[in-house]
């Protein structure tokens, strides 16, 4: 039987001045299982606390219910008192005697009074069904995952590994960099992007703690926080550890059919190739797909002419499974591509090109040695029109969203390209600036009054080739005149829009995902790097567009989340979540179908001697207790602790009763 | 044998009666089986979709009706009837209130089983390029063609059905194919003013005038169109239009049909022609096709 | 004949992160609300067991209100939306068991939203009230 | 007939296909017929089907779900063998569907035709593996006539109704156990802790069980009546069970049974659904 101590607060005036305490408390002694009940001024204050300390002792009481304030206020207050009382910590319940009955029900103190005893018997007859529950542990793998060799991913290995854990970082391409290392300078500082990228590169591919993995990609995942066990493919570089980066390999191989990708395709890319210069590994690799040898069985000039004997053609891709504790995503963008814009014409003229291959173009180490000209006919340009909100901001194309980037990278385009080249004369086609940052606005004021860029509201209607120049025509809606603008070279200022392939990619973790495919974190304000899988996060542009002081943060923020998990000897998982009775399940799935965390897993087991059937089990440290899975459970197999179906029941059988005995 | 319901428009009946001659002459030689809609009526451009949503969608559903009927799809050569037709289809598809009010008004059910197609797509999609190929007495060699879509056949973006909005290439592959040599233009889809053709003609001069320029510049030696309006603004006006810019044009303009007709070896007076402003005689004796 | 209010019973089921604490902050607003109703605790709207439902009505509840977050902003991020699906489909067949429609209501009330939780009960009680009062 | 559908699962038994075959045979008179259970390929001779196979053969399927099975199912009864698979009752595999083209089965106390053979779409059986005999299915879809008419009585009207039926049930629970969908291993009725359900027998507690039951098989039932027919007290159970079939289509736009490949209405969400009610 249980022996139940109530313990009724006058809250000040704030509940006594509305609710006659003494009556509930009386109330509450004439209810069977208590033992004691006692109202007090204050009883979230120290002495109100030892008075159910020591009401416990005295009285040998296993379970208490206090009727004061919100549980949302105090409940962990006094589980911190069981506990200390030597009790389980989840024997108390409160009854919500202030915010839900004197706040609220002044205007009349009888029922105000009836209400608190009856919500106090309801907590009373939900306690009197409470368990012991115990916090639950969960072994952890202290190693991190991070998936993207880009600012990102590289910034939140960094900071992993300064924390003293080990961190594998695994990049498809050949080396990692990622976008930041197309771009040519960054704003509203102009600092070269390489300067500020490569220290931290190099950092990378120094430390200790940080395995590389590049030309690598991730195939299979399963498990879960503190315990993932991931595929990664290791695809065949043709060139082994001995290699030494000097590059002789590229130089001479005389295969430059494909083009650069890298580099916007403005430029021939060799068969074996460096991703650029400063590449982390200087490790070259063979495209299989068009090197010579590989096509036709002759040429080998690489393994001739390399010092260190490190081209290895007969090199395997490579499957390892190694296990993780927690996974940061950090995959990244692609930017939109133009060619469904007819207005702007399919992609198919020449001198219309993306803003990163316009980073390409201005940029010292790109194809052009920094040399702003025509793709078409390498001549250097006079006029540049810059298009902004190219699938961005445009329901028409299915991207009604805002990439945020533009505005400033176009200002920064616009203002390189006068630094560069005075005689330049740049014009803006906008609908709205969108400088909202740190020196951002100001900054695109800089490109409007000291560099003369001319921005014009408005959209283009239409680019034709007239000639070798490009008649854009379009409007100003501010002084609603119809503009033609003779131009030598158009920029767009593509959108960003999640990698290919981010929905497959999302499925290996069950992550889920927007319309657009960017992925979803846990709560767009209070939970903005994890995501609804326990134990990974997500960071950078992969979760929605953003510049590179966000995802520097956002990325940091994921290496504290991680940190944060490792620093515990073992994974204390909160005991509220579901449990499977195992014999009364049916194996419908409905519970796999329903839950939100794929925190079930479906197994053959053998429930009784000799019966082995398809049951539910509830993955504990992946559960978070929402109880979906009980409400959809109709063979009442499912059970929600802390919140199960004796105690609901209860709950409600109690509320729907008249008051007794008062 | 292809077999669809032909819905000809007033136009086709008169200022633009060679298109309705080439156009079913063509068909004929082609064995395209045209069902010509009995009793078809007016299809609303464009004084009824401008006063009234339910008329305009309710005049083009009559002859719709009797198409599904008969389960045929339904064309018309003339831009403005297509899109009238597709139009109308479109707009009742996606408001159930105003199919109701329709069937209220025709007294009969739409279901919309019927699609619309311009001639352009029946002639070139549905009964191809190739087996036109097949068919060809005289090709058409050394004949430089601009072909011109205008605003009709490929807005609003949901009636250019397999083609592309803003750079078209139906009747490109069509000049192609008859051993002509398409004009790369910018021009293709843009506007000739028919709207303001009566009440600002200059308006229509100055838009007709670009697109004649243009595809002049372009070294078109013909300009082909397949839209009875396109036509009367670039061919009738362009005596004016010339005087206008002080340029001498003179660049006949043709409907595709009549181009057609000229690969499958029909003459001037089957095909009517004498009928333009601007005779098309010269450059196609010229070119050695007449 | 006019029913007393003391007479009146009805059962709130609140979820935890977005209903609950909205009636805490009705609370806090001190917005009077009348009292008759008796809220019961859950962690998620996606928790509620329409069982629960049944037999709170069984048990002689004359109204019972469901509320949770609004749709999209689940504490975890789904299970509203599995009883958005629950609730038309139990009032439906409550009815159909004779359990009047002006009994059974569900809403979505914010962490924020303190003023509305009032007006809800407000215009619960009204509803059940008038099927005591009129049948 | 007959023959045609022995010597179909003569020849599943003989080339083990399957373990068991359940059909019907003959029962005690003309009128009768019961489920047959045949494991022996000579045994197939006492199959038969007719106008008065009226059990749903479905039921047997949980029962036997370690083995191979060969079912003879009216084109009604082969959706209550698809949401058992969804529900993943047994594998797809493991069960052959011999779908029978029937014109209608007759209930021997009144002799009259179900009502829901009226308007039934499926005499010709779809889905199956094999199928016997052809069937002319009708073009009307089914109809909810009876209860939009009594959907349209006031609240206490139906109260009344429903206490009147209630009265008479006995919770003898075969409209339970006749029941494909109503497979739960321990059912929430025979439960003491928690107690959902009081064991005395009233009208207000056996309103309880069958309120809890309709509940749980909305949008898993696929209404084959026969807990209707099964019902000693003759309690309208269609009159519930239709509901549910009204409502998954009118809510939720979902047939049980007729789409492999959709999750059951309660199983799953869409971000669109409506509002309408909710303050």
């Known amino acids: 039987m249980a022996r139940i101590g109530v313990f009724v607060c006058h809250c000040g005036t704030n509940i006594s001045g509305v609710v006659d305490v003494s009556r509930v408390a009386k109330y509450a002694e004439s209810l069977p299982g208590v033992k004691v009940a006692v109202d007090y001024k204050f009883m979230c204050s120290d002495p109100g606390q030892n008075t159910i300390i020591d009401a416990i002792k005295t009285h040998n009481l296993d379970r208490i219910v206090v009727s004061a304030c919100s549980p949302r206020m105090h409940e962990l207050t006094f589980r911190n008192t069981l506990e200390r009382a030597g009790l389980n910590p989840y024997m108390v319940e409160m009854a919500n005697i202030r915010e839900h009955v004197s706040w609220v029900h002044s205007d009349n103190k009888e029922l105000a009074t009836e209400k608190a005893m009856k919500l106090m018997e309801m907590s009373v007859s939900k306690v009197r069904r409470s368990e012991v529950l115990t916090k639950m542990f969960a072994p952890i793998e202290k190693r991190a995952l991070v998936i993207g060799g880009g600012i990102a991913g590289i910034q939140a290995a960094l900071d992993i590994a300064a924390a003293g854990y080990k961190v594998v970082l695994v990049e498809k391409e050949s080396s990692i960099g990622g976008r930041m290392a197309q771009l040519d300078k960054t704003f509203p500082t102009l600092d070269c992007s390489a300067c500020i990228l490569t220290p931290k590169m190099v950092a990378v591919s120094q430390d200790k703690n940080i395995t590389l993995l590049t030309y690598a990609e991730v195939t299979e995942v399963s498990g879960f926080i503190g315990q993932f066990e991931v595929k990664i493919k290791k695809k065949a570089k043709s060139v082994n550890s001995k290699c030494i980066g000097c590059g002789v390999c590229v130089t001479k191989c005389p295969n430059k059919k494909s083009l650069s990708d890298f580099d916007g395709r403005l430029g021939p890319r060799k068969a074996i190739y460096t991703l650029f210069p400063q590449a982390v590994p200087n490790v070259p690799v063979i495209d299989r797909e068009t090197c010579t040898f590989f096509l036709t069985g002759k040429c080998k000039i690489c393994e001739k002419v390399c010092p260190t004997s490190a081209v290895d053609y007969t090199q395997q891709d490579e499957l390892i499974t190694e296990k993780f504790g927690a996974v940061v995503v950090a995959t990244g963008f692609d930017i939109y591509d133009h060619s469904s814009y007819g207005e702007y014409g399919y992609g198919e003229i020449k001198d219309v090109i993306s803003s990163l291959q316009f980073e390409r173009l201005i940029s010292s180490s790109g194809p052009t040695e920094g040399h702003v000209v025509r793709p078409s006919d390498q001549k250097e340009v006079k006029n540049v029109v810059f298009i902004q909100c190219v699938g961005s901001r445009d329901e028409s194309k299915k991207r009604p969203y805002c990439s945020r980037v533009c505005c400033m990278y176009t200002a920064k385009q616009a203002m390189l390209l006068k630094d560069h080249y005075p005689e330049t004369q740049s014009y803006v086609f906008y609908i709205d600036i969108r400088a909202a940052g740190k020196n951002y606005e100001e900054f695109v004021q800089r490109a409007q009054n000291d560099y003369g860029v001319v921005y014009l509201r408005g959209r283009v209607s239409k680019i034709y080739e007239r000639g070798n120049k490009l008649l854009v025509k379009g409007a100003d809606t501010l002084s609603g005149a119809q503009v033609e603008i003779e131009a030598d070279l158009v920029v767009l200022a593509n959108g960003l829009e999640p990698r290919k392939g981010a929905k497959e990619f999302s499925q290996l973790f069950h992550m889920s995902s927007d319309q657009y495919g960017f992925y979803n974190e846990l709560h767009p304000k209070l939970a903005p790097v994890e995501t609804a899988i326990s134990g990974v996060f997500v960071a950078g542009c992969c979760q929605s567009p953003k510049d590179i002081p966000d995802t520097v943060a956002m990325a940091s923020a994921t290496a504290a989340k991680v940190c944060a998990i490792f620093a515990k000897e073992k994974m204390e998982v909160e005991p509220l979540i579901a449990g499977v009775n195992q014999l009364t399940c049916s194996g419908c799935e409905t519970c796999y179908n329903v839950c939100p965390y794929s925190a079930i897993e479906m197994k053959d087991k053998e429930v009784k001697r000799g019966e082995v059937r398809h049951v539910a089990e509830v993955l504990e440290s992946v559960c978070k207790g929402c109880g979906v899975c009980v409400g959809a459970c109709y063979s009442k197999a499912v059970d929600l602790k802390g919140f199960s179906e004796r105690q609901i029941l209860s709950q409600v059988e109690t509320a729907t009763m008249p008051i007794t005995n008062s | 044998m292809l077999k669809v319901a032909y819905f000809p428009g007033c136009s086709l009946s008169s200022t633009a009666k060679e298109y309705d001659i080439s156009t079913r002459l063509v068909c004929e030689d082609l064995e395209i089986d045209l069902v010509e809609i009995p009793d078809w009526i007016c299809c609303g451009a464009t004084t009824a979709h401008i006063t009234s949503e339910l008329t305009a969608a309710a005049l083009p559903a009559k002859s719709l009706v009797w198409a599904e009927k008969q389960g045929l799809n339904i064309t018309s050569p003339c831009s403005a009837c297509f899109s009238r037709l597709k139009m109308a289809h479109l707009h009742i598809e996606k408001d159930p209130k105003l199919k109701k009010e329709v069937e209220e008004v025709i007294g009969e059910k739409y279901n919309g089983k019927t699609e619309v197609m311009h001639l352009t797509r029946i002639l070139i999609e549905q009964y191809g390029i190739e087996n036109i190929k097949a068919k060809i007495k005289k090709e058409l060699k050394g004949l430089k063609i601009a072909c011109y879509y205008g605003c009709l056949m490929t807005r609003p973006a949901e009636v250019c059905v397999n083609d592309r909005v803003e750079n078209p290439m139906l009747m490109d592959n069509l000049v192609k194919a008859l051993g002509a040599e398409p004009v790369k233009w910018y021009y293709k889809t843009e506007c000739c003013g028919a709207g303001f053709s009566l009440t600002k003609t200059e308006i229509a001069r100055k838009l007709s005038g670009d697109i004649l320029k243009e595809a002049k510049d372009c070294g078109a030696d013909l300009v082909m169109v397949a839209c009875p309006l396109c036509h009367s603004n670039l061919d009738a006006r362009q005596p004016e239009i010339a005087k206008l810019i002080k340029t001498e044009l003179n660049i006949p303009v043709l409907y595709f049909t009549q181009v057609l007709g000229l690969a499958l070896g029909y003459n001037s007076m089957d095909l009517m022609l004498n009928k333009h402003f601007i005779n098309p005689k010269p450059l196609l004796k010229a070119k050695g096709i007449l | 004949m006019e029913s007393k209010v003391k007479e009146i019973n009805i059962v709130g089921f609140l979820c935890n992160w977005c209903s609950y604490a909205g009636a805490d902050m009705t609370g806090l607003g001190r917005n009077i609300y009348p009292s008759n109703i008796k809220v019961i605790r859950i962690p998620c709207t996606g928790r509620m067991d329409p069982m629960m439902i049944i037999e709170a009505f069984h048990n002689g509840a004359d109204g019972v209100l469901v509320s949770g977050c609004h749709p999209g902003d689940c504490h975890y991020t789904e299970g509203n939306f599995y009883w958005r699906r629950r609730y038309p489909h139990l009032k439906s067949l409550l009815e159909h068991f004779g359990v009047d429609r002006r009994r059974f209501h569900a809403s979505w009330v914010s962490a924020s939203e303190g003023k509305k939780f009032a007006e809800v009960v407000k215009k619960v009680y009204a509803e059940v009230k008038d099927w005591k009062d009129n049948g | ?279």
Not at chain 4, 98 to 104: F, L
């Open chain 4, 1 to 279: 007939m007959d023959k045609e559908l022995q010597e179909i699962i003569k020849k599943l038994l003989a080339e083990k296909k399957v373990d068991w075959a359940i059909g019907y045979e003959k029962a005690y008179d003309e009128l009768s017929t019961r489920p047959a259970f045949v494991q022996d390929a000579n045994d197939t001779a006492r199959l038969i089907f007719n106008k008065y196979c009226i059990n749903n053969l479905g039921l047997y399927l949980t029962k036997f779900k370690k083995n191979k099975l060969a079912v003879v199912c009216k084109g009604c009864d082969i959706a209550t063998v698809f949401e058992l698979i969804k529900e993943k009752q047994f594998s797809r595999e493991n069960v052959v569907v011999i779908g029978v083209a029937c014109e209608g089965v007759l209930d021997k106390k009144t002799g009259k035709q179900l009502e829901k053979c009226e308007n039934c779409r499926v005499k010709q059986p779809k889905g199956a593996d094999f199928t016997v005999g052809t069937g002319k299915d009708s073009a009307a879809p089914k109809n909810f006539l009876d209860v939009v008419e009594f959907e349209k009585k006031s609240s206490k009207e139906k109260a009344e109704f429903w206490n009147r039926q209630f009265e008479k049930c006995i919770r003898c629970y075969a409209c339970r156990n006749v029941c494909p969908v109503c497979y739960c291993p321990d059912c929430f009725a025979n439960r003491t802790m928690p107690e959902y359900l009081n064991k005395n027998v009233d009208a207000e507690e056996n309103k309880l069980f069958h309120m809890i039951r309709m509940q749980h098989v909305f949008g898993r039932c696929t209404d084959c009546k026969a807990c209707d027919t099964a019902c000693p007290v003759n309690i309208p159970l269609t009159l519930l069970t239709k509901k549910l079939a009204k409502d998954a289509k009118e809510l939720f736009n979902y047939e049980s049974g007729a789409d492999m490949d959709v999750l059951p209405p309660l199983s799953t969400y869409n971000e669109a659904d409506s509002e309408s009610d909710i303050l």
